[in-house]
């Protein structure tokens, strides 16, 4: 089981990045995808989640209106797509994918929102 994140980077604040979730080992199409972030010294949060046919997202509060969470399951592939970006969206943001007990996470991007 694999989950590879990539697309991170630093941006200066009101800039976009989108974020991809490169998925192997399992069956992605069955398992809903989050995207997680972790602050330094804060704990980790959620930040976006789309359900497995992509039928149903949600967001934190903090993000609505700016990011938007999406998946191909032909692709296997989950994208976080961030626009009006905030030097408080600094962050690692993790990929993740869970069904049940199953748990899945990937190793990080790093997001930078900097002047």
């Known amino acids: 089981v694999q989950l590879v994140e990539s697309g991170g980077g630093l941006v200066h604040p009101g800039g976009s990045l989108r974020l991809s979730c490169a998925a192997s080992g399992f069956t992605f199409s069955t398992y809903h995808m989050n995207w997680y972030r972790q602050a330094p010294g804060k704990e980790r949060e959620l930040v976006a989640l789309?359900?497995?046919?992509?039928?149903?997202?949600n967001y934190a509060d903090s993000v609505k209106g700016r990011f938007t969470i999406s998946r191909d399951n032909a692709k296997n592939t989950a994208y976080l797509q961030m626009n009006s970006l905030k030097p408080e969206d600094t962050a690692v943001y993790y990929c993740?994918?869970?069904?049940?007990?199953?748990?899945?996470w990937g190793q990080g991007t790093q997001v930078t929102v900097s002047s």
């Open positions: 993740n994918a869970r069904l049940g007990i199953c748990d899945y």
């Open positions: 789309i359900t497995t046919a992509g039928g149903s997202t």
